[in-house]
């Protein structure tokens, strides 16, 4: 998409910029990615503290804290085909199981929008399937380098691409198997962003 207001366009390319360096697929309000969702989901229980999520454990259970669940996945961008973490919470998890029930998540391409500024505790993110795949480009997805999310979460926070077994199995609720993850809208605000 072609922008002509060059202050829209500065900031469409800082954003792309700011995108390159990241890990993480990050969305303005009203900003829209299409994605592939490639590989297993990630689930952790967390907990909120001192500004960022930790992994809940029992010191958190003796102070009273509650867990949440947070679920990541890897994500290519669809035009691009560059791999980012897309991290969300159980809602948009539960979004995403009732999306997969109808849509094979390695068939498929998704556009993702969030709908909500930073900071606002009501921001959800929208899931639609945006385009079904070819067989060929169903290989090249699934042929891509994905980050080791269980390596990731666990210190290494310098953890790059590398290849890890995606699984081509069944994609829908109830199989037995390795499945391709996929997202789909959930409730959300940006304090369950890693950054």
Do not use: C
Request: charged share 25%; hydrophobic share 35%.
């Amino acid at each position: 998409m072609i922008v002509s207001d060059p202050w829209k366009r500065a900031e469409q390319m800082a954003r792309n910029h700011d995108q390159g360096a990241s890990k993480w697929l990050k969305l303005v309000d009203g900003e829209k990615k299409v994605v592939v969702f490639l590989g297993d989901p990630h689930p952790r229980e967390v907990v909120f503290q001192e500004g960022k999520y930790a992994t809940f454990d029992d010191s958190h259970r003796a102070q009273g804290l509650k867990s949440s669940l947070r679920v990541s996945f890897n994500v290519a961008i669809y035009n691009t085909k560059e791999i980012r973490i897309f991290e969300q919470g159980s809602m948009f998890f539960k979004d995403l199981l009732r999306v997969r029930e109808k849509f094979r998540l390695d068939r498929w391409a998704f556009e993702i929008q969030r709908n909500g500024a930073a900071g606002d505790p009501k921001t959800t993110y929208s899931i639609l399937p945006e385009r079904e795949l070819t067989p060929e480009q169903q290989k090249a997805y699934q042929a891509l380098p994905l980050f080791d999310l269980v390596e990731l979460y666990g210190g290494n926070a310098a953890a790059q691409p590398t290849p890890v077994s995606q699984g081509a199995g069944p994609a829908a609720v109830g199989e037995t198997g390795p499945t391709p993850a996929t997202a789909v809208p959930q409730a959300d605000d940006d304090r369950d962003l890693p950054f």
